[in-house]
């Protein structure tokens, strides 16, 4: 069977295409992934749709509805058919308005047995920390899912602490964690410290564009230097760091063994950050492979000693553009 993706993202489609598109998804065994992104298909699309993928003969595995007009009327259908669908695996509801409501639709199908998520997208989807109830309910009881994005929503700490009370947990499966721009402050880290700690699961975690500040960052430092910790890759780009958490930093990276990839781009590191962690980016024991940082954005003495750096550690790569999504960081909806 050839399986091959289909792309009609920006395509103008509307409601009216749905019914099509629905008679395709039971027709064809080949049409697996399918990207809907940026469509006005509104609720009533989503319905159609919903139709055919809680049809026994929809073979769809991977789905993208991002930025379609959802709203919370669209996940009841939505909840029904991740319920009755054995097939669907991936599913990006990124930019609708889906609301604490539309969450609690969707966290109610993740709850039950027969669904097979295994990722989740709900970044901007205009929910609060009143969904961190919902989703820590269903989390619980969900053994398939291991990806889950909730960037961009008003979570703050208070909905973070909810749902680390799960994610700690060893029976959670969870391995690819998103959670840039939820409103954290520093007050978060010590409850995100304790599931770096308890799930060892958990591979990847990005707390991007958040203001942890370096306070912050020491105490996920102390986690990371436990032997317990499996992190392989850490967003901390954007939260407001400086020169002060670059000791900790250096530490962490030179006693963690399974840490590949940090992102710390748009932080005010200044030189003497810099040469704190060059320090431990030369030593032999750093297995760091990709750092985000931009080398233009510090003074030329910096530059310098990056670039030194790079030629005496020819297997790590420093890039700004840290973020370019790969189906191995869990972002496939962006590089589907």
């Not at 064809?28 to 319905?47: A, K, R």
């Not at 721009?181 to 700690?197: F, K, M, N, Q, R």
């Not at 990005?206 to 500040?213: A, R, T, V």
Request: with cysteine; proline share 2%; hydrophobic share 35%.
């Amino acid at each position: 069977m050839n399986e091959r993706p289909r792309y009609l993202e920006s395509c103008d489609l509307t409601t009216l295409c749905c019914l099509n598109i629905s008679k395709a998804l039971v027709r064809s065994q080949s049409l697996v992934f399918l990207n809907l992104s940026t469509n006005n298909l509104l609720d009533d699309g989503v319905e159609l749709l919903c139709e055919a993928l809680r049809h026994p003969k929809c073979h769809l595995e991977r789905l993208s509805l991002e930025s379609c007009g959802l709203t919370v009327d669209g996940c009841e259908d939505l909840s029904l058919a991740l319920i009755s669908n054995k097939r669907l695996t991936h599913l990006c509801l990124a930019d609708n308005v889906l609301g604490d409501g539309g969450v609690k639709l969707v966290s109610n199908a993740l709850k039950h047995p027969q669904c097979t998520l295994q990722s989740l997208v709900l970044r901007r989807c205009h929910f609060t920390s009143v969904s961190s109830e919902y989703l820590s309910s269903s989390l619980l009881q969900n053994k398939s899912l291991t990806h889950l994005d909730l960037g961009s929503n008003w979570l703050q700490d208070d909905g973070i602490k909810l749902l680390c009370d799960v994610f700690r947990q060893p029976s959670c499966n969870l391995q690819d964690l998103e959670l840039m721009g939820c409103v954290l402050t520093s007050a978060s880290c010590l409850d995100l410290a304790s599931t770096i700690l308890n799930n060892s699961n958990l591979r990847s975690l990005d707390l991007g564009n958040n203001d942890l500040q370096d306070d912050g960052v020491k105490i996920l430092c102390e986690a990371l230097r436990h032997p317990n910790c499996n992190i392989q890759r850490l967003g901390l780009e954007y939260c407001g760091l400086t020169f002060l958490c670059c000791q900790d930093l250096s530490s962490a990276l030179s006693s963690n063994q399974k840490l590949t990839k940090i992102n710390l781009t748009q932080n005010t590191l200044g030189c003497e950050g810099i040469m704190k962690l060059c320090e431990v980016l030369r030593s032999p024991e750093c297995k760091l492979q990709v750092l985000g940082l931009c080398k233009e954005a510090f003074d030329e003495e910096a530059q310098k000693l990056l670039e030194a750096v790079q030629v005496s550690n020819p297997h790590l790569l420093i890039k700004h553009d840290c973020n370019v999504h790969t189906e191995e960081d869990g972002s496939w909806w962006q590089c589907f």
